[in-house]
């Protein structure tokens, strides 16, 4: 595992390390994170499932199956290869373009997600702020243009990411102290002392987590600026719990998200990262469903309908 400067990209292999460390307890950690990925798949699916067959759809209820997918893909990149590392030992191998392929894979559905959350508390304003033309605004065309864009914006910024981190020189030992290709964990490798290698990541960062970050906080101050504006504090509180799940996923995955990439290569700690890292892969998506089939009354109605049939 071995190789200089010279090695190209066909004969590279990394070596993810995983919990390695961690041998005692790798039966353990396996049976957990085995349980919590299944439960988070059969969360997601059955979101997915309850709003494909609803007729009528409103807007929020598309973006959040649109949510569903994308963590279903999310933990379907990330896990399987976790779970093996726990199996094997000495780590499990993955090649170069196998690397680069789960980066950019993972950047893409992060990314979209922090625009998604942007598409649903732009939703909430206009519900909210603009109630008699929801219906305009909120089209269903509309609603596909803005989830295409997500998705495409994302994938443009993933792939210059890992373009950008792929083409640097990798003379350390290719032996990855994580359980997954992230980008600080790959970062790290580089042999090179400058700060120019975490420009692209600084990059991404403004483009996937500031920018989306403010355009929330704009949402939400217009939509506090319009609660203040209501008399009847039931009316009040009716509209501000249609946004409390929102709220609750949107600080957990830009909580998780910033601490991780918003910060300088030298502050870098593995250990700290895999733990940061299983919480926003592994236990977020499990709790999104969680959050908004207890939030959302549409949810409740539809899952309430289906098991009636059932």
Do not use: W
């Amino acid at each position: 595992m071995e190789r200089g400067n010279k090695s190209t990209g066909a004969t590279i292999e990394f070596l993810l390390l995983g919990f390695s460390e961690l041998l005692c307890l790798r039966v353990l950690l396996f049976l957990i994170f085995l349980i919590v990925h299944l439960v988070t798949l059969a969360g997601n699916v059955m979101i997915f499932i309850a709003v494909v067959m609803e007729p009528s759809r409103p807007p929020m209820l598309f973006f959040l199956c649109q949510l569903s997918v994308l963590e279903l893909c999310y933990t379907l990149v990330i896990v399987p290869k976790a779970l093996l590392s726990l199996i094997v030992v000495e780590g499990s191998t993955i090649s170069f373009i196998g690397c680069a392929a789960q980066m950019h894979l993972f950047v893409t559905l992060g990314g979209a997600e922090c625009f998604l959350l942007v598409a649903m508390s732009y939703d909430r304003y206009v519900a909210i702020c603009q109630p008699l033309h929801y219906v305009a605004v909120m089209s269903e065309g509309f609603c596909l243009r803005l989830t295409v864009a997500c998705c495409l914006g994302a994938f443009a910024v993933a792939l210059g990411l890992t373009v950008a981190v792929f083409r640097l020189p990798f003379c350390q030992s290719y032996r990855i102290n994580h359980f997954f290709c992230d980008v600080p964990a790959v970062l790290h490798l580089a042999c090179t002392q400058s700060y120019t290698p975490e420009l692209p990541l600084l990059a991404a960062c403004v483009l996937l987590l500031l920018l989306p970050f403010i355009l929330i906080l704009t949402s939400y101050a217009c939509i506090a600026v319009a609660l203040l504006h209501v008399t009847s504090s039931v009316g009040r509180g009716k509209a501000f719990s249609t946004c409390i799940s929102h709220l609750v996923i949107t600080l957990l995955h830009y909580g998780c998200a910033t601490y991780v990439y918003v910060r300088p290569k030298s502050s870098y700690s593995p250990a700290r990262d895999k733990v940061v890292s299983l919480v926003y892969t592994n236990i977020t998506p499990l709790l999104y469903p969680l959050i908004y089939s207890l939030r959302n009354k549409e949810i409740r109605g539809i899952l309430r309908k289906m098991l009636r049939r059932k």
